[in-house]
């Protein structure tokens, strides 16, 4: 079983920065990819940024393109997103979420797959 926490949550102004992490803890091999979801009130759950396994391969929702980047270390089992130049409209909830693809390529085509969820941290971008 595999468990996900998130963390790094907060407020933050337009134009500014958070480093949100989700650190997994358990043992688990039915998973290839871990991704970065987020849902903001009223709306549909939405894919932001995916990365295999190994970390070879990310994979970034065109809104988030430039301004996000998703890493991974091993050795702390944790994947980091930093969030840079941030927008009114990313505030949401952000979770995080493990899931088997078969190719880690397609980690943003489909949620089903997604078996494994955090609780979700809270980011708001407001002045």
């Known amino acids: 079983q595999l468990e996900l926490v998130e963390s790094g949550g907060g407020l933050v102004q337009p134009g500014g920065s958070l480093r949100l992490s989700c650190a997994a803890s358990?043992?688990?091999?039915?998973?290839?990819?871990i991704g970065w979801f987020r849902q903001a009130p009223g709306k549909e759950r939405e894919g932001v940024s995916c990365i295999s396994r190994s970390g070879g391969s990310t994979t970034y929702a065109d809104s988030v393109k430039g301004r996000f980047t998703i890493s991974r270390d091993n050795a702390k089992n944790t994947v980091y997103l930093q969030m840079n130049s941030l927008k009114p409209e990313d505030t949401a909830v952000y979770y995080c979420a493990a899931g088997f693809f078969g190719n880690p390529a397609m980690c943003l085509t489909s949620i089903a797959p997604y078996s494994y969820w955090g609780q979700g941290t809270q980011v708001t971008v407001s002045s």
């Open positions: 358990g043992v688990s091999l039915d998973y290839d990819a």
